[in-house]
């Protein structure tokens, strides 16, 4: 039986407080993808186990770019940075980018840990590619799910695609690494025609409710259980209510109009601890800003004191 359990941040602050510098970790920029198609591809329910298996279809053309994510709890020292860096992606050795630490969503872990490896070498085409080692140290450094996300140009440039991304690891439960809930804004879109929409990459998703969805105020999304962990294929390790990865696509066309616009995601946290590790926002191509400034990475940014509302006390079971 899996069980989790959100705790008072009273005494998360106090588990935290440990001397070194270790990073913040809201969603940050990441980088723009102009004039491209794309697609992308998970696998969940990795717990306790480290391997797997990503399906990916829908590339035909010549691939640009790739990039996995992967996140998961960890009882690491906080300051670790590299306790779950180094995987095994389709055979070949990916140390990856630190992203973050995190709360550990309520599982009684430390701390959980994101990363992104760019692994546009070893991605040609459709079909598996296999994730190994993604577990460490008896499951003290564990995983919960990977994504895989590839650019690519084929013949039509009539669907190009300008993507916007901002990665991370953002607990929505309140901790002393980041604050509750999500929240992301991208400004300076020049829109004149066709579909928007955002693809949200989400770590630790059982069929327990979510909180609303929300952009520039209203509601995307109502609340419920949105990210069950059971929209990408799964192993079996981790609860039988949830693979713990979800990728989940949502149309924002109606809410641009022509000229200017701004784009302002948030949610809160209701009866589940999730993790957003990538957020990418698909745009027609040409409505982008200009790429964003280079933003350090996570490790490189201190974390200074932050004060704690009080979470209260209550259980979730994990079954």
């Not at 829109?191 to 059982?206: F, N, R, T």
């Amino acid at each position: 039986m899996f069980k989790k359990t959100l705790f008072s941040s009273a005494v998360l602050a106090a588990t935290l407080s440990l001397p070194g510098i270790v990073s913040a970790t809201n969603l940050n920029p990441f980088k723009t993808v102009f004039d491209t198609d794309f697609t992308a591809a998970g696998y969940g329910g990795m717990r306790d186990i480290g391997t797997g298996s990503i399906g990916l279809s829908g590339v035909s053309g010549t691939i640009s770019e790739a990039y996995l994510y992967w996140h998961g709890p960890t009882n690491a020292n906080a300051t670790d940075t590299n306790a779950n860096a180094n995987v095994l992606f389709n055979g070949n050795n990916v140390s990856g980018i630190f992203l973050g630490i995190s709360s550990d969503n309520c599982w009684g872990f430390s701390n959980s840990m994101a990363y992104r490896a760019d692994v546009t070498s070893w991605v040609t085409g459709n079909g598996n590619y296999s994730l190994a080692n993604f577990t460490k140290n008896n499951n003290q450094v564990n995983v919960n799910g990977a994504s895989l996300i590839v650019f690519y140009k084929d013949a039509d440039t009539t669907n190009n695609r300008d993507v916007v991304m901002f990665d991370g690891n953002d607990s929505n439960i309140d901790n002393s690494f980041d604050a509750s809930g999500w929240n992301i804004t991208l400004a300076g879109i020049n829109y004149s025609a066709g579909s928007a929409s955002m693809q949200l990459h989400v770590s630790d998703g059982q069929s327990f409710d979510d909180d609303a969805l929300k952009v520039n105020a209203s509601t995307l999304v109502s609340t419920g259980p949105i990210f069950s962990g059971d929209s990408v294929p799964r192993g079996l390790g981790g609860p039988d209510n949830g693979g713990l990865w979800d990728i989940k696509d949502y149309d924002v066309t109606s809410l641009l109009s022509p000229g200017l616009n701004s784009l302002n995601f948030t949610t809160g946290v209701n009866s589940d601890c999730l993790s957003c590790v990538l957020i990418a926002i698909s745009l027609p191509a040409g409505a982008a800003p200009e790429q964003p400034g280079q933003v350090p990475e996570p490790a490189s940014l201190a974390l200074f004191g932050i004060g704690l509302a009080g979470l209260g006390f209550m259980r979730r079971r994990r079954t």
